[in-house]
C-alpha cells in the first residue's frame, strides 16, 4: 500500500459568491471504476459499482480501494482541466480543497498506496500537492507516480515536467525524468539518478525491495505500528467525543441549505469561535491517528498471511493487537469518516463567516488552527529494520 495527498490551486472569477454556492462546487468526477472502490462522504460509507461513473467528487470525499480495486478521477475545478488521478488497489486519500487571494487551493491527503497524476500546464493561479504523513510534492503541469510501501516509505517517480518534493524536515528535492525522489521512514528526502525512461521500471523495483524489506522485518513494524496506533487511538477517541457534543451545532449553522445567501454573518463569526476548540484538538491529532491506522491495516493484512506475528511485549501478541483492531476497524473507519463530515461544516461556517463569502484556507493550512502536525506520525527511526536498501 502507498500513501500521499494532492493540492490543486485554480484560478477563480474576482466576484462575490455565496458561500454555500462554493461549497457544493464539484473538485471532479468519477470516469472509471474497477473492483472494489468505497467513497466516504458525509459520515457516510458507500460502495460504487459501474453505474457510478460520472459520479461528482466534493471536498473531504476519502476515496478507498480494495485489493482488486482501481479507479479513475478527472478533475475539473481549474481552468485547464484534463486532470487526471489513478488510484491504484489498496489505496486511501481525500480531499481538502480552499480558495484563498484568487487561487484556489485542493490538497490529496493521502494515507496509503499508489496514486499516478497526469497534469495538464497549470496557471499563474493554479497549484498541485500531494501530501503524505512525512513528505509534501508540488506539481507544476507533469506526469507523476507516487507509491508509499507497507512500512511507510515514499517513492516520487516523474516522467514528464518536474515535481517538488518538501519532507517534514524541510529538506527539498525535485523528481523529474531520469531522477526519483525517495523518503524513508526516519530519514529525509534522498535523491537517485536512473536513466531517463526507467522512471516506471525504477518504481516497480523499488516497491519490490521494500515489500521484501517488510516481509522480513514485519515483526518490528508490527511492534512500532501498534504501539504508535495505541498511543493515539485514546486522543482521538476523547477529541471525537468533544466534537459531538458540538456537531449539531455545526450541522444547524454548516449545512448548505441553513447558510442562506452567504457573505458577512456576526452569527458565523460566533458559531466558528464556539466550535474552534474542538477543531482545534481534533486537527492535533487526526493526521497523526489516521496514518497509524492505514497502515495497521497494511499491516493486518500481511498478519492474516502469518507474517510478522510476535510479542509485543511480555503478555501481549501480535494476534491479540490485532484481533481487537479488527474488532473496531469499521467502528473506527465510520467515525474518522464523521470527523471528516464535522470538518467540511465548520469550514463552510468558516467561509460563511468571511465578509466575502468565498476565501478561506484548507483546514490543515489554517494558521488560526495551530501547527500542521502532518509529518510527525511516521515510523520512528529507531524501530526500523537495517537495510541496505
Given at each position: 500500500?502507498?500513501?500521499?495527498?494532492?493540492?490543486?490551486?485554480?484560478?477563480?472569477?474576482?466576484?462575490?459568491?455565496?458561500?454555500?454556492?462554493?461549497?457544493?462546487e464539484?473538485?471532479?468526477?468519477?470516469?472509471?471504476?474497477?473492483?472494489?472502490?468505497?467513497?466516504?462522504?458525509?459520515?457516510?460509507i458507500?460502495?460504487?459499482?459501474?453505474?457510478?461513473?460520472g459520479?461528482?467528487?466534493?471536498?473531504?470525499?476519502?476515496?478507498?480501494?480494495?485489493y482488486?480495486?482501481f479507479a479513475e478521477?478527472?478533475?475539473?475545478?481549474?481552468?485547464t482541466?484534463?486532470?487526471?488521478?489513478k488510484?491504484d488497489?489498496?489505496?486511501?486519500?481525500?480531499?481538502?480543497?480552499?480558495k484563498?487571494?484568487?487561487?484556489s487551493?485542493?490538497?490529496?491527503?493521502?494515507?496509503?498506496?499508489s496514486?499516478?497524476f497526469?497534469?495538464?500546464?497549470?496557471?499563474?493561479?493554479?497549484?498541485l500537492?500531494?501530501?503524505?504523513?512525512?513528505?509534501?510534492?508540488?506539481?507544476?503541469?507533469?506526469?507523476?507516480?507516487?507509491?508509499?510501501a507497507p512500512?511507510?516509505?515514499?517513492?516520487?517517480?516523474?516522467?514528464?515536467?518536474?515535481v517538488?518534493?518538501?519532507?517534514?524536515?524541510?529538506m527539498e528535492r525535485?523528481?523529474?525524468?531520469?531522477?526519483?525522489?525517495?523518503?524513508?521512514?526516519?530519514?529525509?528526502?534522498?535523491?537517485?539518478?536512473?536513466?531517463?525512461?526507467?522512471?516506471?521500471l525504477?518504481?516497480?523495483?523499488?516497491?519490490?525491495?521494500?515489500?521484501?524489506?517488510?516481509?522480513?522485518?514485519?515483526?518490528?513494524?508490527?511492534?512500532?505500528?501498534?504501539?504508535?496506533y495505541?498511543?493515539?487511538?485514546?486522543?482521538?477517541?476523547?477529541a471525537?467525543?468533544?466534537?459531538?457534543?458540538v456537531?449539531?451545532?455545526l450541522?444547524?449553522?454548516?449545512?448548505?441549505?441553513?447558510?442562506?445567501?452567504?457573505?458577512?454573518?456576526?452569527?458565523?463569526?460566533?458559531?466558528?469561535?464556539?466550535?474552534?476548540?474542538?477543531?482545534?484538538?481534533m486537527?492535533?491529532?487526526?493526521?497523526?491517528?489516521?496514518?497509524?491506522?492505514?497502515?495497521?491495516?497494511?499491516?493486518e493484512?500481511?498478519?492474516?498471511q502469518?507474517?510478522?506475528?510476535?510479542?509485543?511485549?511480555?503478555?501481549?501478541?501480535?494476534?491479540?493487537?490485532?484481533?481487537?483492531?479488527?474488532?473496531?476497524?469499521?467502528?473506527?473507519?465510520?467515525?474518522?469518516?464523521?470527523?471528516r463530515?464535522?470538518?467540511?461544516?465548520?469550514?463552510?461556517?468558516?467561509?460563511?463567516?468571511?465578509?466575502g463569502?468565498?476565501?478561506?484556507?484548507?483546514?490543515?493550512?489554517?494558521?488560526?488552527?495551530?501547527?500542521?502536525?502532518?509529518?510527525?506520525?511516521?515510523?520512528?527511526?529507531?524501530?526500523?529494520p537495517a537495510?541496505?536498501?
Open positions: 500500500m502507498k500513501t500521499t495527498i494532492v493540492t490543486v490551486l485554480f484560478t477563480v472569477l474576482m466576484c462575490f459568491v455565496s458561500a454555500a454556492a462554493f461549497a457544493a464539484p473538485i471532479g468526477q468519477i470516469v472509471y471504476i474497477e473492483g472494489i472502490v468505497d467513497l466516504q462522504r458525509d459520515g457516510e458507500l460502495e460504487l459499482w459501474d453505474s457510478d461513473i459520479l461528482e467528487v466534493y471536498n473531504y470525499d476519502l476515496i478507498e480501494t480494495g482488486d480495486g478521477i478527472e478533475i475539473t475545478s481549474h481552468r482541466r484534463g486532470t487526471l488521478v488510484v488497489s489498496d489505496t486511501a486519500f481525500y480531499f481538502d480543497s480552499a484563498m487571494n484568487g487561487a487551493k485542493t490538497n490529496m491527503t493521502m494515507m496509503s498506496g496514486l499516478s497526469k497534469v495538464q500546464k497549470l496557471t499563474g493561479n493554479e497549484e500537492n500531494v501530501r503524505t504523513e512525512s513528505a509534501v510534492m508540488g506539481v507544476r503541469g507533469t506526469e507523476f507516480n507516487i507509491q508509499r512500512e511507510g516509505s515514499v517513492l516520487v517517480t516523474c516522467v514528464e515536467g518536474k517538488a518534493c518538501e519532507d517534514d524536515r524541510r525535485y523528481a523529474m525524468p531520469g531522477s526519483v525522489v525517495e523518503k524513508r521512514s526516519g530519514s529525509s528526502l534522498s535523491r537517485v539518478d536512473i536513466d531517463v525512461g526507467d522512471e516506471n525504477y518504481g516497480a523495483y523499488w516497491i519490490g525491495k521494500r515489500e521484501e524489506i517488510f516481509r522480513s522485518g514485519a515483526d518490528t513494524f508490527i511492534k512500532g505500528y501498534s504501539a504508535q495505541n498511543n493515539y487511538l485514546p486522543r482521538f477517541l476523547e471525537y467525543d468533544n466534537l459531538l457534543a456537531k449539531s451545532q450541522e444547524t449553522y454548516g449545512l448548505e441549505e441553513n447558510q442562506g445567501g452567504g457573505g458577512f454573518s456576526s452569527k458565523m463569526i460566533t458559531v466558528k469561535a464556539e466550535t474552534s476548540d474542538e477543531m482545534i484538538m486537527r492535533s491529532i487526526l493526521p497523526l491517528f489516521e496514518h497509524s491506522y492505514y497502515a495497521v491495516q497494511v499491516l493484512r500481511y498478519h492474516q502469518g507474517i510478522g506475528r510476535t510479542m509485543i511485549d511480555k503478555n501481549y501478541s501480535s494476534d491479540d493487537f490485532f484481533e481487537e483492531f479488527s474488532r473496531r476497524k469499521l467502528e473506527i473507519k465510520n467515525k474518522l469518516a464523521d470527523v463530515y464535522c470538518i467540511k461544516l465548520y469550514m463552510n461556517i468558516s467561509r460563511a463567516a468571511n465578509p463569502g468565498l476565501d478561506a484556507p484548507s483546514f490543515f493550512d489554517d494558521m488560526m488552527m495551530g501547527a500542521n502536525p502532518l509529518g510527525a506520525g511516521s515510523m520512528p527511526e529507531s524501530s526500523m537495510s541496505r536498501f
